[in-house]
């Protein structure tokens, strides 16, 4: 049993890590950077700099900037200069609008704006700015290990905050230990007035899938999956509309729509991959309220759980990760208990592993697709009491080996590759 303390701990997680953001994270990340290093220099600079890790060039390089209709790192970085306030985090281009984009422009034609490898970088999310002004004075902000965690921050001479270890890597003791089963005893034990608050995930993501609806952003995969042609195919059926409004509020986020979403573990389309799919099968099923609310716990925290693990940017494609979550949440309000949302979690392994992480773009729609349709087939699974099993791949009869196997393939197998995929794309943007 979970002990009060525990209980406050994994709330307080929760909290950190199912965040508002506006945009695709990386890019906005990267604006939150600059808007810290703008305000601690006291004016607008003339030139910005950003040294950053590969993974933040692979996710920030094709990616829709809220507010424009441009893509890409230069207009996020211009915008946090003439826009970004950091207080607003993740939401940071929250106040963009036609004259801050005519600035942003005016700046980057200027030449202000430069970006470079950090071949070294400590981290895989890392981001170093720093920003000059007229009279040659420089601030400098560093975010490192997670998209809002400020790890350096100086003004010429003077250091501010410097949170680096000795090796360069962040000093980090705030995430709390868990496994499968302390995930589910907090969703499905925990009063339910304390979990309300997941409930803004649900409101937010809606929001964004309706507006994916109203207007075209991206590939528009989600009103294609709501078509004539779609429901010859597939029907109108629940399955159907969990594939429509999941891929649709990921075209609006890729797409650049000025909309909040609500990311887990440092991405929107994670957030919306474990939120909307349960969401949409609750509404459907006419599940009660406590229902939904637990099942959207559980689908969160076991999205928070492997994240962990995994850490927040690889070559392994997140939507795998957030569909995981959102099977044991269907598999939760199928009736499922911790035995078959097991069996959903090995299923899920058994299938996604290895999908490949291109960068942020919109045609993630098409891997959130993917991904939470093997959510629904696992969750199906998982209620007939079929589940891969240990003699098959790297599925371990022990539910968090199996976790930690996942794991392993994304951190140490696919490192290569994703030296490999960073190397195709930026070959594109040179020939």
């Known amino acids: 049993m979970l002990r009060p303390e525990e209980r406050e701990e994994i709330r307080s997680l929760i909290e950190r890590e199912v965040i508002p953001a506006i945009g695709c994270t990386e890019p906005i990340a990267v604006a939150l950077c600059v808007a810290r290093a703008t305000e601690l220099l006291g004016n607008r600079p003339t030139k910005i700099k950003a040294s950053l890790s590969s993974n933040i060039i692979k996710n920030a390089m094709g990616v829709g900037i809220p507010g424009t209709s441009m893509t890409g790192l230069p207009i996020a970085m211009a915008l946090g200069a003439v826009a970004g306030r950091s207080e607003y985090e993740l939401e940071v281009l929250r106040e963009v609008n036609d004259d801050s984009v005519r600035l942003a422009d005016r700046f980057i034609a200027s030449g202000g704006v430069s970006i470079e490898l950090k071949a070294d970088a400590p981290d895989k999310l890392y981001i170093e700015i720093t920003a000059t002004d007229e009279s040659g004075t420089e601030a400098t902000a560093v975010i490192s290990g997670g998209h809002t965690n400020f790890t350096y ?73 709501l078509s004539d042609r779609a429901r010859e195919m597939m029907g109108d059926t629940t399955f159907s509309h969990i594939l429509a409004y999941t891929s649709g509020a990921c075209d609006a986020r890729m797409g650049g729509a000025m909309v909040a979403v609500m990311s887990n573990s440092g991405s929107g389309n994670q957030g919306i991959s474990a939120t909307m799919p349960v969401l949409i099968y609750a509404r459907e099923r006419n599940a009660t309220d406590e229902m939904l609310i637990r099942a959207l716990a559980l689908s969160h925290l076991t999205v928070i759980y492997i994240k962990q693990k995994l850490g927040r940017l690889s070559a392994l494609c997140g939507c795998v990760v957030a569909a995981t979550g959102s099977s044991c949440g269907i598999t939760y309000l199928m009736g499922g208990d911790f035995r078959q949302i097991c069996f959903a979690v090995k299923n899920m392994v058994a299938n996604l592993t290895g999908m490949i992480c291109d960068g942020a773009k919109p045609s993630c729609a098409l891997k959130v697709t993917s991904g939470v349709s093997t959510a629904v087939y696992s969750a199906m699974m998982a209620m007939a009491g079929t589940s891969v099993t240990e003699m098959e791949g790297i599925v371990d009869s022990d539910v968090d080996v199996t976790i930690d196997n996942l794991t392993r393939i994304g951190l140490k197998a696919m490192d290569h590759a994703d030296a490999e995929i960073l190397d195709i794309m930026l070959g594109k943007q040179n020939k």
């Open 153 to 225: 921050l100086a003004k010429g001479d003077e250091i501010i905050l410097d949170r680096r270890g000795s090796d360069g890597t962040t000093e980090n003791d705030d995430d709390c230990s868990l496994s499968l089963h302390k995930v589910y005893e907090y969703a499905h034990t925990t009063p339910v007035e304390e979990l309300r608050f997941i409930m803004e995930s649900a409101r937010l993501n809606q929001a964004a899938a309706d507006e994916a609806m109203r207007r075209q952003y991206g590939h528009s995969l989600g009103q294609l999956m």
